[in-house]
DNA sequence: TATGAATGAGCTTTCATTCAT
DNA sequence: CATGAATGAAAGCTCATTCAT
């Protein structure tokens, strides 16, 4: 990508951000065309390849970006004396729902990037769903896990866990109008029951 | 479609299934191209259209076909006397490994679809997709839900088991080459540590 | 075309032509179907081809074979003492009449023929329309036109009339079924009218 | 069609109308190629669909722009105190002549229009033969057929004068090069012909 | 910097024609 | 003689990308 993007005012560049994002959320790499992004961004055609060079270009910005300031978020809020696996993750789960006020499709944006199809989709953005597993995984070694029964394999309840988070917001997104609130009562039920029987007692 | 194809040599129709559902699988309906399938069957760009019209046409005959062996699959094997949830869920997974060995990419194919994000592909496989749901449904009234802990929410148990046997199968796929058997291995693992976690006692 | 075409059946000859007389008619060349005319005729795909080689080589057959068929009809029946030209024509519609007992679709070809843009049909009908014009000229050679009033130009007056008829029967052709007792009726009123304004008197 | 082919340089509009006029003209809806088109106008293929969405899209456009500029020619010049049928006729072909001027192949266009048999481009331009038939009787409300002798039947004589002027222009289209000045000078001699044969005295 | 008209490779689909049986 | 499954060139159309202004 062309640096100078960030010489533009911020208002343009979260416009054409927004507009993106949008667009990727809610059609995919493949059927997300590029008239619809300048259009919902309100500039030309020429200036989204000057600045991005190609649709796989910025597609692979905007997995950077949204990378980036998630981690940040993440990073930012995480209480770091917490070591309860679930607490932990309902942690995450809020600090996600603050990043979404900026941009609110952010998270949409980031659950489609993991079931892209495209081939060369998958390939941009190999490297960044790669870093973010690896923030998770960071957080998570202060999980305390033996307070998982005998019967649960860590590694498995995590990725069950992780597994369900992300198809629950898939869900909703699908079937119409993502709603983050819903989503977070829906999440928290989820990691309450799975606590409840997963921890000892 | 037209029905003369099923006059064709059982391996001719085979082959061209087996072609279609490789493509399909890989690269999802939109990525799929009907010269990749025809070069891949060994047939010509013509017949691939006499006997299926369109593009979509053949991809509507494979859903159909899919969930139709499958149907099968399961009906067939299914022990009728057993209420236990996660003994069922085992012989359902025991009943798919066998429908592999005729068509290594039945199973791939119908995970795509239900991940498939094209609005033509979608409404074409509505129908079945509600279909395949309804047999999963149907076998499982016979589960006897009383043997779950009272933390387990029964409905949420099942909507989290289903959502990851199909996960751990997508991810097998895309993580290249799909192996049924490591697969079948997984999927018990996971469904035994989950009966042991959710089941009293 | 393949003259043993000739030592088949006639029924099966004759299915064979009036078929493809009644596609032709009824599409024009260009969106007539081999597979349509096949059909028709109860006959496969290979044996057209065999016999006419090519669609245009069929086209072409059915050109010569109508053309030949017409003449016969209106040699046949024309009345060699009448000379005045509107009953002269009269007599050839009479004629034409009587050929569409055995073809019904022959007369709607013959006209289709003339007005068909495709340009390989157009080169291959070429010398038969040629034929074809040429004997109507032989015939109104009888006609005695020092009977037409001195305003009246005979050859404008002859190719008006010509393309009269024509025009009528395309017409009833267009709007629906062809029915030549009722095209008969119609090009006698327009005869009758004419040959009042033109004749002295 | 998409508004901003108006918007631009006229030069370009008006090669890309001529262009697709000339290939309509000559190969009818069927058989004209956008391949032809966009080669004869000096565009590339995606130009054409930008504007026009589809061949028949562009077929559409075509035919309402030759009718509303036919319109407008015959509207100029016409003489509103004429009332002899033939008198207005050859006024009307004078008007057709001068829209000649700017796009050669304009009254081809119209002509074949007439003609076509393709059942998509038939459905697309009913509403415009429709319109122009319409036209040409509202202007020939003004005509006095109380001047037509009795003999002559005055819609017979209407719609063969009509079929007489299509006919003969359709036939020098057809036997190579139209040419609009002598095509005029035919037309003229067969009105002047039907006039003194029709009308009294 | 910014525009949007213009491009063309690549896709699905059609249909006259061929050829093994 | 007869079949019809099989072919593939050619057509209409899409859309990421380019470039003159």
Redesign the interface.
Known sequence: MNEKFFDLKTEKQDRMINASLKIFSV??Y??ASTDDIVKEAGISKGLLFHYFGSKLGLYSFLTDYCVRYIKMEITNIKNDKETDYFVILKDIETAKLSALKKFPYMQQFLIMME?E???DA?KATAENRTNLKALYQEIMKKADLSKF?A???SL??MK?VD??LK?LMYEEIKTGAFKPDHYHTEAV??LD??S???NKN
Chains 1, 2, 3, 4 share one sequence.
């Open positions: 059609n995919g493949q059927y079931r199809d495209s081939p998958m029964r019967e649960a394999n498995r309840i069950m597994i369900m198809s039920s989820y029951m799975i409840s029987l997963v």
